[in-house]
């Protein structure tokens, strides 16, 4: 089984933290392939940013179909371009925020989501909405931009651990998801330390496509993830217009961690 | 006051025939303008067409910045990239889907949507869930594709009047909402026929955005839709970055309807 | 074109205030006229003075049916008496609570309502039920009765700044929305010394229901706002009984602010 | 213990009727005593009727108060001016569709509600809402005027049975809730022939009353429900107005069933 | 007229102070037993304690039918088996939470639950949701385990108090729910000595059911509480199987209080 | 890694077909074992058959923990005794219903559940609501007792595909998820056959407690799902109380397959 994680920003150090968290987490014998799109922002911290990186990210998950990937992880955790993703891909797709929630209703009651910047809020908010988890789901922010956690001297992880310290106290959490895929190293550690789960979404949405590629599922092709229709897209975008050749519709280089 | 209404696919027929019903509903003394991009799907039917009309529309929007435009309406059903927008934009961006949902539910109680194609009826069901309007809207699909729209030959006038029919007949409907902006030039026709409200949201959306531009309100600028961070944008989105110059990022002729 | 708001209280400073703000938010050409019941309670703090002032402002409605209004604002935030003034108006007619919450999703996430007395807020949370914002709303009130409000000696204005200030502070709200008609003169100010957007609803709702107008949108009469069936209205309230004569069913003199 | 039940309509016959039912609800030693109030619409049929029938309803409510009354029942299937009462009564007021409603939840899963003409299905649909049981209720119109079930040559009766018989059919109803207070009549009968719960608010509320009354418990004072601030009410409203004198308040006549 | 009360756990003690609770809610000339089955937990905290408790509460209801009783309460605050006890009865049966939920939206906007341990609250939360109020409602522990409540030594009844007083402060409780049935001892001078209703599920439950049985309802038997299917149950639980006879059911002992 | 499915009836073929199923889902290397309690009810048709399959069912779950299970797996498309085998397991616990649920979510939009009896969809319909999905779920019975799915010659087989056939030409139905651990044997067939995901909670239930256990994730203890507190269980119960020595728990025999 061969599943292709896409980091939809161009921080290739992002890309190989996000590649080890899904390595780790798969069973053996599944390779696990990490990717960044060649264009788009260098990391995603609100809508503007989300937009520009949803082209580079479907052009990862076309040559991911061409490559014969089975399932597909998208690791931001706004589920940036999810939908449109499925509409492109045969097996399933998972975004890691909706994994790392499905995955904390599973093993409690509350909990709480910790992110980066209060801008990133709203969004996950409404995620939370859409996966059907608002009621039981806060959203907190630890005034961490995304880049820090790449910085061992930012005193990132400090700010991050304070705010699911407040978690813990104040919302009655009984799990924490950690809101951004760049926290992937920190899950393991904090759940022995913190004596809950601590979800880290790249690790959850890895393993649960695994499961679903493993189940013989693939996404419903019926309704809204129906294949794109045949049609003509103007300009620079015309390689990715639905019926072109796949084959040449690459932006330039990726690269797999 | 200066309005731009932007068709985020590339058909210049619908731009047309989307800035006539624009001009139509502002007010005497409001300019409206009508623009569609240069890059992108030439109709908007699913989410893959979806992601990539957003470049080219926020990049529209991006020269609305630049040229003084005080409002913004986004005139596909979907609401594509309306966060997106309003990060950008200083005023009101409003969105076709909402400012008709909005406007429906000022008019009536229960009111049923009729779009085009059955794969675009989950976004929609989305889109009532979040402007909360979902207990009391049902949408419906008429199976017209959107192109269809622009050749009287094809008869999907009359399929979409059908539909309406049944809506009135099956869901209690007490207004119908066009599900399309090609649907744009039906709305006056259809509302003095079926003897309740029959509501265009291009028109509904326009008028919307010059009523919030007149009451002096802007986006809120302190949360999700705070201005983007400046950044790296890597490859061919580098132009799109935030902090890099506006005059010179255009993708390209647009065309002004 | 003509609208009529209504201020279902019997305060004619209010009134003057109300008018105000109305005719400050119409586009020019748009004709604004406030009144006010001379029957009924001379404020609304609570659900009895609010059933009291409803025939009153029933039968400002039908006097603006005679006289040719073509939409109507109900000005007091509880949106008194807006479903049975509908049945009664063939134009649109909005409640400024709820034109005020739709105003303020088109701007912002998160929004807090600061209202006066403690007494309304269920009401208010009610409202945020029917209208599909309670997800994103938090009702406050500042402990400031109404009129209070027409008082300037009263250091109601700065009781009401203060509340906001917790609002923005505790609540991640990115907008506000005034919870009483009798704010209406403090938005501007307000808004531009918060630097977030602060929504009077007597504002939002005069260009709304302009807004509708203009689009040639009338209330739908296929439902629940059916016009009153003919039937016979016994004692005092016979005057007001459908099919009676509108010509002469004053309560008695009202105020044209 | 004495319960006081308002007809808010001024059709005597039917305050008859809903005081048959009261009675044959209540315990032994319990009073219980229909009335109507002298001015207003002799049936409610939408929200324009219903906003006529609030001050009659609520004068009675004040004379019940002065009567020593322990307990009230609106008996309106809308649950006409339910809040406003509460702020004037010390003891618990229910209105019957709440009370039938709830009993609903407690005697099965899904339930029908059988009403009589369409325009009223909205305002049924908010209360389902409102009461948290829209999930599991459907609302139905049967095409019967309120009047009409007045008539025994009218059909009423056997419509209202074909709907019911629709709703079991088709909504998988495990009770039938009757929405009009003129149905009052019926339910023992259907309950019987049908085989499943048809339920009757005026005696549900009413023996639902009687329990709160016996248990002790009165309409909480510290919120929405607090008493009216005493405050000037102008016109031939005076009398109403909180503080004056409740002796000399009455509206003329009303009928005690 | 005759009404079961099941204290689904095995505390004596326990079973007397709700039976008096019971005793002291119901009309003259009810009939109110309180039991509770001879296996089980002595107090239930927790889904595990919850789990063993229904096999002897379930049993006793079988002996209830056979003794002809009119209609149950399950005097858990976590209403405990309460689906399944409907199944087994032909009249009414109401769990306490749930009898004091539904009689808190009937006295008050929002109320608060002040429970035993933190533990319990996700169920509780749970109910509410079930039952249709957690938008006005907050679960609140007392850190007080349940058999402290029976020893007058421990302290826990000023815990609770504490909790209340949390409740009103806080969260604009407009009533209070007491979230356990040992507590049943405290609400009338509670209620007194706040000044607001404090809602006791034993007695309010009782009250309801009899107000039930008054009105001739019984559950309904058409859907998701029709009789058990007859079957075989193995092991020790064949006594339990549908079918099987119930005069020869018992479990042993039980205590009636 | 071990994992235990609890299939919580009686009947040995079940339990075969349910091991097969879950032991075709996992991943080489992991060990799956499939058991039934030996009391309890034969099937589970309704709220009281799983009242007395819980006991067995937590007996089932204690063995496991003695034995070192390292996740365990509810075979009852009810859930049965999902939060108190949550309490007793350091892993995580599935349930079928649960699993199957979120499965849907990732693959599709709109789902339907074909279950078996009409007796069992209020249950299920609750689930629904529990896990976030209602607003996207339709649940269906195709009338087939459990048993019947263990008969060849019974025709169950053909009437749960036609009333598949009807989920999906009425309901717009994306997937198709089987509401009963009897038609585990169905979904591959079915799948393929048409054209749409038809998911199995068994398969997916394993599956997603594999990887659960994979990530290093257990149940949280920090709220509802804490250990129970050692207590007394008075009766034959006794030895099921916390604390008690679990090595001699046992209830007997159970089946292994």
């Known amino acids: 089984m061969r599943i292709l994680i896409v980091n939809p920003n161009t921080t290739g150090s992002m890309t190989e933290k996000i590649g080890a968290a899904g390595r780790g987490a798969a069973s053996p014998g599944t390779e696990v392939v990490a990717v960044n799109p060649a264009m788009g922002p ?7 940013d989300e937009a520009f990186s949803v082209p580079g990210l479907l052009d990862e998950i076309r040559r991911g179909e061409n ?7 998208i690791a931001c955790f ?3 371009g999810l939908d449109a ?59 961490v931009p995304v880049l820090a956690l790449e910085d061992p001297a930012s ?14 106290r104040e919302d009655g959490a009984e799990c924490i998801v950690l809101g951004c895929a760049g926290m992937a190293d920190l899950a393991a550690d904090l759940t ?10 790249v690790a959850a949405a890895t393993r649960m496509v695994e499961a679903l590629v493993g189940l013989g599922l693939r996404t419903s092709k019926v ?31 990726t690269e797999r961690g």
């Open 67 to 73: 490559d014969g990937f089975d399932g597909y992880v």
């Open 85 to 143: 993703a499925r509409t492109l891909a045969a097996g399933p797709v998972l975004g890691i925020c909706e994994a790392a929630m499905h995955t904390a209703t599973m093993l409690g009651g509350r909990f709480s989501v910790v992110t980066t910047l209060a801008r990133s809020v709203p969004a996950l908010e409404g995620l939370a909405r859409r996966y059907g988890v608002a009621d039981r789901c806060r959203v907190r922010a630890s005034d």
């Open 78 to 80: 706004d589920d940036t």
């Open 192 to 201: 022995r330390r913190l004596g809950l789960p601590v979800i880290d979404g």
């Open 155 to 168: 005193g990132a992880v400090r700010k991050v651990e304070e705010e699911i310290a407040r978690a813990v």
């Open 42 to 48: 260098e990391s995603i911290e609100g809508y503007y």
């Open 223 to 253: 309704g809204g993830y129906a294949a794109p229709l045949p049609k003509a897209y103007a300009g620079e975008f015309g390689r990715f217009a639905p019926g072109s050749d796949p084959e040449t519709a690459g932006v330039g280089e």
